[in-house]
């Protein structure tokens, strides 16, 4: 409040206060506040087609100039069956799903050339050595990556019902089986 009695500015600060626990914590500690839980029940498809994985958009499987294996699909899949897994693949949205495909796929492929070209570069005016505009590429699309895993796994946790390590869910490590 300013001193002329006018109200400026919010008070109110966006993800302040305490952290929502997930269904699974509350069920494992037997739902210490006593109110109900929600939990949600999917109605079962009568006439659908059944599919494993819901097929991505065309831009994901389209053909890119780098050399280097565009990864997109593979991470949609796995991201998909592991979110078919926990039984939330109906919760989070395909396009979600392959907007974190592509961000980490794109991420790869910055990472891939830091590698190639290394971190310094020439400027084209001056000949000068300068940064790389991969690092800071790369260091955008680790931004994009996380913002878009922390959705998803936030949609996961509040709904999942079995009880899972966050550890299990880490992107990094599912990278890193996954390039194997």
């Known amino acids: 409040m300013a001193r002329d009695g006018t109200a400026r500015g919010s008070n109110i600060k ?24 929600k939990v949600i029940d999917l109605p079962e498809a009568s006439d659908l087609e059944g599919v494993d994985i819901p097929e991505p958009s065309a831009y994901i499987k389209s053909k890119q100039k780098a050399s280097g294996e565009f990864d997109a699909e593979k991470i949609y899949q796995y991201t998909y069956l592991w979110l078919k897994e926990k039984g939330c693949e109906r919760l989070v949205s395909k396009h979600m799903i392959e907007q974190y495909a592509m961000s980490v796929s794109r991420l790869i492929q910055c990472e891939e050339a830091i590698s190639e070209y290394g971190f310094l570069s020439k400027h084209p005016t001056t000949g000068q050595a300068c940064a790389s505009p991969f690092v800071a590429m790369a260091q955008n699309y680790q931004k994009q990556v996380n913002t878009i895993w922390y959705q998803i796994f936030q949609v996961v946790r509040e709904n999942c019902s079995t009880d899972f390590s966050a550890d299990e869910a880490d992107p990094m490590e599912m990278l890193l089986r996954m390039r194997g």
Do not use: F, H, Q, T
């Open 14 to 37: 966006v993800n302040a206060g305490r952290k929502s626990k997930g269904l699974a914590e509350k069920i494992a500690e037997g739902n210490p506040g006593g109110r109900k839980l």
